[in-house]
Structure formats: structure tokens, C-alpha cells
């Protein structure tokens, strides 16, 4: 068998195997599953008990107040409270009433009311009665006014204001907001891949030279082949893990009733509008993104000497992807702005903002196959100075490490003529 | 034939191995030796290209040395480590596929060495519950479970206790027996002494002696004389011939010019009073390291 697939498979297998990666998988599955679920598992934990408020009050407003919350079909249970506020409030402690109003007039005739409950962190209840108080009120005072239910209803109605992209192959608003939250989700997966993959590259290279075993591995094996085995085998790890999750993400979907699944977190996620393209450009993205990352990130992990090292020396090269991550956030909301747009074609950002961009907006191909040839370009380019720096690197053992190191580490490794 | 020429490898401004030129027969055990920076490691690494020379070329049987010949070399490393937390058995196979060996060569292999170094039962222990005695032996298997052509050993007895070093020196010898070539290096001139036919003193990357230990003993000229008498022996530095004595508590070690002189040295002492122990003897691979290298040094 080929080296390469050697250290790939060793790589993949040995990772598979351990503790990090069954526990950080079990642990999203059940987030997953949380996620797709958890209208049901609110519903179960819900009494669906009615909340009990006594009114006090003599008002004329209360059985128009009534009638307002049936309409909105609350699940209030609004009674009349004939006694003293002395005696609500022992109502409230013997379980009877969960909380009380006060219902007046004042000298203009308006209605006005007073909450009380035990505590008033638990806003549902008073922001339902006040809508519905609200409304009762602008209804009488239209209709003292003059004005007929048809009327009001009139000027109630929201204002039809559309927005059409006039631009060719410009997403339409519906599609947008489709697009914008796939967007969000797809930019949250790809930078917490790089970053969680990438570091996992890294650890491992440092965890290999600290442990001293490198170099019997590197007179066995060419360093070359040995890094890209390393970071395609973490890759695969990558792979089998988001199959795995996937997969259990759409069962747990399936799983779920008709009704589940209309009410459950994912149900705005409206798949029928993800397009095929998206969904390939965000896998070109991901795999890119994560290919420069890792070469970037090996070479700085043999650069380390101990294994403690390595998060000291890898946080610049995290930084490049956090701040590509806060650009696209900031792109989601403008993503035509020249920023964004300039960004897109820095490589280091290219893999979020440029898919940001291509979700957004309807960018002609060539922008894209630009970035993607510069994207490549750099993977090529950090590859053979990644392996040049990680030849040299790995045989180096100094006191403190940083990033200088790396000139050191091309020396080692220059061919002296 | 193992053959280095011309080997020269600066880093910038400092030459670690200069102008190198050794050739090894096949079949034989080799000392390199030198002190601390003398270039050891550093040839070692020039040899299994995992750094470039910068001037000269090294082959084995007349061929360079490549990433494509690596199962023909075993490896033990000056820095020693295996992975901490994998497994003594996983670890060899996946060395020794790495060395273009199959699964299941590895693992009878594996079975007969730790039967051979009566750890047996340590087959399936992490690495990092090992002593570091016994780390060692796992990584000498390592270095040879390929059974190699040409074997490196960079201190191999470094840090072992005496049984140990009998352990690993007779697995050596048998390596041997077998035709393997072994290329090692060493502080310990007694190691040396007992298993090197030839070999090579560096220092500061310049090969100061070199050749067959006999020869080079023979060449020297310069022998020992042991001597316990109950008087003081000050007055045989005045004599023709006489190097340095070196006082023991039982006895005193004269350093002779050649063989005749002890002759003389013999007759005064005589002449002086009773003479309990007189030994005429080779001159001591760590004298010739000491002069040579110590002498560079002034």
C-alpha cells in the first residue's frame, strides 16, 4: 500500500476511534435532536394549563375585553373577581388565581388597568392583556367616534408594499430571506469546520514532533506525503462525521409527525428552495477553506516543539478566519457593499465572504471562478511552502516557538548549493 | 559498501560535517564517534535525507538513498519517542507498514522481539505506562522489526541499565550474524571497543581518526603500563620515552611512548624496591579519544 494512504488511513482510523470524536459527535446529534424537536418536547413539558387572572372591576369594558381575548384565541382564563385586592391576593396564594387586574375608567371614560402578580418576569400574559385592552379600546373609541367596524378594519390594514429586483437573476425577497438564513447556517458550518479541522490538524502534527516519534516517521516517510496524508485523513474525518450527522438530522426529521414537523425549529428551513448550486458551492467552499487552512495550520504545528505550544501559535492564523466570519456577518445584511466585495477575493476570506456572496446575490460565474482560481492558487502555493517549512520544522526543537520560526525551518530545508 | 564522499553540510556560517569521507563494508558494525556537536546526528540525518548535504554525495551499494529505499534502513533516532497514548502493537504496525512491511509480518515479528526481550506482556500496554528502559526497547524493535539492510543506531544504550545494555548489544551482534550493516554512534568508547571493527573519530564535523580499531590501536603506538609499587613513581617522568602518569588508588597507569620504554621503566623500578604489578597494555580507545579530540581542542 501506498505510504500516503498509510498515514491517511492511520490518521482517519485512529481519530475515528477516539474519545473527542464519538463524545463532540453524540453531543451534536443530540442537539440535533433537540432542535428538531423541541416544539414537541415544549408541548410536553407545557401543562397546558390556563392561566387564571381575576379581574376586579365594575367597568363595561370587561366583557368586551373577554370577547377581544377569545378572538385571539389566548389561553387565558379571564374571571371576574368579586372581592377586595387583599382578598385576590390570598386567592394568588392559595393557588386559585395566578395573577389579578384592576380594571377602571378613568374620568375620560378610557379604560385603564393594573397588573399584579407574584413576580412580572413572565411578560406573556401582561403583553397579551394589554394588546387586547388596546384594541378594545381603539374599537370603542372609533365607534364613539363615528367610525363603523368596515372602517376601522380599513385603516387597519397594513399598507401593500412589495420589493422586485429589477437586475437579472436577482433574488427575489421571499427567496432572500430563504437564502440568507441557509447562508447563515452554511457560513456557520464552514467556519466552525475550518477552525475545529484545521486545529485538529495541527494538534496532531504538534503532538507527533513533541512526542519525538517524527523523526522515525520522517525517514520512513516523505514529509510531503506525510502532511497531505495527515490533513486529507482529518478531512475524511470531517466527511464521515457531517454524513453521520446529516443523515441522523434528516431521520430525526422523518421521525416526526406531519404536524412536528410544520411547528418544529427546522420547519422555516424550507428545502424545496435550497437550489442544487448553493449547496455545491458551499461543499467547493468548505473543502477549499478547509485545505488552506490545514496547510497553513500543519506548517505552523512543526513549527512547535511542545504540545502546550500549539494554541499560542496557531490563534493568528484563527484570527484570519474569525475575521472573515465577522465580515460575512456584516455582509449579510449589505452584501453588495464594496467591502464585502473586495474581501471576497482575498483568499483567506474568499471561502466564507465569496460564498456569501454567490447566496446573496447573483454574481456572474467568472467572479466567482476568479476567486476560486486565486483560492487555489494560494492552496498550491501554502502547500509547497507549508511542506518545505514543516521538512525543515519538524527537525527543530528550540525553547519558545513562534512564527519567526518559519524562516528558520525553510533554511533547514533548503537545498545549500 | 555504505560510502560517503566529500560530505559537507554548513548551516549558514557553521560547518557541521566537513568534507566527510568514509566508506563502510557491508556486514560490519561501524562506530562514529565525537563529542557533543560533533556531527553525528547530523551525518546520520544527511544519510537518511532528511536533510540535503551541502556538498558530496552518500550511497549504499552504490546507490543514492531515497524515500523509496527507506525499508531497506532502520532508525533508532537520538531523540527517542513513539506516540504516548497509542498502544505498543499498534504502533509497531503501523512503523513497520510505514517501513513497506504487511500486517501480519508485523505482528508475528512483533510476538518473537518482546519475547526476546522478556516483556511479552507488554503487547497491549499504552506506551506512556512504560518504563523508559522498556520505551527503548520498544523503539529499538521499531528500528529493526523491518529487519533493514542497514541499521542506524544514533546511542542506542543511552539511559539503559547494564542488563539492558547486554540485551540490546546481544540483539545487535545477532543483527549482525544475520548480515545487516550497522552504522552506530556512541559516547561510550567501551561499547565501541566491543563491538566495532571500524570506525571514526569526528570532531567538529572534521573526521579526526579513522579506520580499523586494531589498526588504529596499533598505529598509535602509545601503550599503558600498569604498575603497584609502595613508592613514588615522580622520578619516571624524567625518563626518555615517559608521557604522563595517572595516579590510582591501587595503581598507577605510565603512558609510554613505545613497547621498549617500558623495558627501562621496568629496570629502574627494580632498581628502586619491590615491585608488586607490572602490566604492560593497549593503549584504551578513550585515550585515543581524549588526545585526539582534546588535543583539537587546544
Redesign the interface.
Known amino acids: ?1 501506498n ?1 500516503f494512504f ?2 491517511l488511513t ?1 490518521t482517519y482510523l ?1 481519530r475515528l476511534k477516539s474519545k473527542a470524536f464519538i463524545v463532540t459527535t453524540v453531543i451534536t446529534l443530540l442537539m440535533i435532536f433537540l432542535l428538531t424537536n423541541i416544539s414537541t418536547i415544549i408541548e410536553r413539558f407545557d401543562t397546558n394549563e390556563e392561566d387564571q387572572v381575576g379581574v376586579i372591576t365594575t367597568s363595561e369594558y370587561f366583557p368586551l375585553l373577554q370577547n377581544q381575548l377569545d378572538r385571539m384565541e389566548s389561553n387565558l382564563d379571564l374571571k371576574s373577581f368579586k372581592g377586595t385586592e387583599e382578598e385576590a391576593q390570598q386567592a394568588i396564594e392559595e393557588g386559585e388565581l395566578d395573577s389579578y387586574m384592576i380594571l377602571e375608567e378613568d374620568e375620560a371614560g378610557e379604560p385603564k388597568a393594573i397588573y399584579k402578580a407574584e413576580t412580572v418576569a413572565e411578560q406573556n400574559t401582561p403583553q397579551l392583556l394589554e394588546s387586547a385592552l388596546q384594541q378594545v379600546k381603539s374599537t370603542v373609541a372609533a365607534e364613539r367616534a363615528g367610525v363603523t367596524q368596515k372602517q376601522l378594519l380599513e385603516i387597519d390594514q397594513p399598507v401593500q408594499f412589495e420589493k422586485v429586483a429589477l437586475e437579472k437573476g436577482a433574488k427575489t425577497e421571499d427567496e432572500l430571506n430563504q437564502a440568507r438564513v441557509f447562508v447563515y447556517v452554511l457560513l456557520f458550518v464552514i467556519y466552525f469546520s475550518v477552525i475545529f479541522y484545521g486545529n485538529m490538524v495541527a494538534v496532531e502534527v504538534a ?2 514532533k513533541s ?12 514529509p510531503v506525503k506525510q502532511m497531505f496524508g495527515k490533513i486529507l485523513g482529518i478531512a475524511l474525518l470531517g466527511i464521515t462525521q457531517y454524513t453521520i450527522i446529516i443523515i441522523s438530522g434528516y431521520l430525526f426529521m422523518q421521525l416526526q409527525d406531519d404536524e412536528g414537523s410544520q411547528t418544529g425549529f427546522l420547519s422555516f428551513l424550507n428545502f424545496s428552495n435550497l437550489t442544487v448550486s448553493l449547496v455545491v458551492y458551499a461543499i467547493v467552499f468548505f473543502v477549499l477553506g478547509y485545505l488552506l487552512y490545514a496547510t497553513i495550520l500543519a506548517m505552523v504545528g512543526s513549527l512547535v516543539s511542545r504540545a502546550e505550544e500549539v494554541q499560542q501559535l496557531i490563534m493568528p492564523v484563527q484570527f484570519l478566519i474569525i475575521i472573515a466570519f465577522f465580515i460575512a456577518m456584516f455582509g449579510l445584511s449589505t452584501p453588495s457593499s464594496p467591502f464585502v466585495t473586495i474581501a471576497s477575493y482575498i483568499p483567506f476570506f474568499t471561502p466564507v465572504v465569496m460564498f456569501l456572496r454567490v447566496g446573496m446575490l447573483a454574481i456572474p460565474f467568472w467572479e466567482v471562478a476568479i476567486s476560486l482560481a486565486l483560492l487555489i492558487g494560494s492552496i498550491i502555493v501554502f502547500g509547497i511552502l507549508g511542506a518545505k517549512v514543516y521538512r ?1 520544522g519538524v ?1 527543530m ?1 528550540g525553547k519558545s516557538s513562534s512564527l519567526k520560526d518559519i524562516g528558520k525551518a525553510l ?7 | 559498501m555504505l560510502q560517503f564522499q566529500n560530505v559537507t553540510k ?3 556560517s557553521f560547518t557541521a560535517v566537513d568534507d566527510l569521507n568514509l566508506s563502510i563494508p557491508e556486514n560490519e558494525i561501524f562506530g562514529l564517534l565525537g563529542g557533543n556537536g560533533a556531527g553525528k546526528t547530523t551525518t546520520f ?1 544527511m544519510l ?1 535525507r ?3 548535504q ?1 556538498n558530496g554525495t552518500i550511497s549504499w551499494k552504490d546507490n543514492a538513498i531515497s ?1 523509496d529505499s ?1 525499508h531497506l ?1 532502520g ?1 533508532l ?1 537520538e ?6 497514548k ?1 498502544k505498543v502493537k499498534e504502533q509497531l504496525i ?2 513497520g ?3 513497506g512491511m504487511k500486517r501480519s509480518e508485523v505482528e508475528k515479528e512483533v510476538i518473537s522481539w518482546l519475547e526476546r526481550f522478556n516483556v511479552p506482556e507488554y503487547i497491549d500496554k499504552k506506551v506512556e505506562e512504560l518504563s523508559k528502559g522498556n520505551q527503548q526497547k520498544i ?1 529499538f524493535i ?2 529493526v522489526i523491518h529487519k533493514p539492510e542497514l541499521l542506524i543506531l544514533d546511542e542506542p544504550f543511552s539511559g539503559l541499565d547494564p542488563v539492558n545494555v547486554e540485551v540490546l548489544k546481544d540483539a545487535v551482534l545477532d543483527l549482525k550474524k544475520l548480515g545487516t550493516t550497522i552504522l552506530f554512534s556512541s559516547h561510550r568508547m567501551e561499547h565501541v571497543e566491543e563491538l566495532c571493527e571500524h570506525l571514526c573519530i569526528l570532531h567538529k564535523g572534521k573526521p579526526v581518526v579513522s579506520g580499523n580499531l586494531k589498526e588504529i590501536k596499533r598505529s598509535y603506538g602509545k601503550k599503558n603500563v600498569l604498575i603497584d609499587v609502595d613508592f613514588d613513581l615522580t622520578f619516571l617522568e624524567e625518563l626518555e620515552g615517559v608521557h604522563r602518569i595517572k595516579k590510582g588508588l591501587n595503581h598507577s597507569v605510565v603512558q609510554i611512548e613505545e613497547e621498549s620504554v617500558s623495558q627501562v621503566v621496568l629496570h629502574k623500578l627494580t632498581e628502586k624496591g619491590f615491585v608488586r604489578r607490572f602490566e604492560l597494555e593497549e593503549p584504551s580507545l578513550n585515550d585515543i579519544f581524549i588526545e585526539k579530540v582534546g588535543a583539537a581542542y587546544e
Request: glycine share 6%; net charge positive.
Open positions: 500500500m505510504k498509510i498515514v492511520q485512529n503532538t507527533e512526542s519525538r516519534v517524527m523523526e522515525i516517521l520522517i525517514s520512513s516517510v516523505s525543515g527537525l526543537y533554511k533547514l530545508s533548503r537545498r545549500e548549493r | 554548513r548551516f549558514g540525518r537518511l532528511l536533510i540535503d551541502t524515500y527507506s534502513i532508525y533516532p531523540e527517542r519517542g513513539l506516540y504516548p497509542m503501523y512503523l507498514k510505514l517501513r523503539q521499531a528500528a
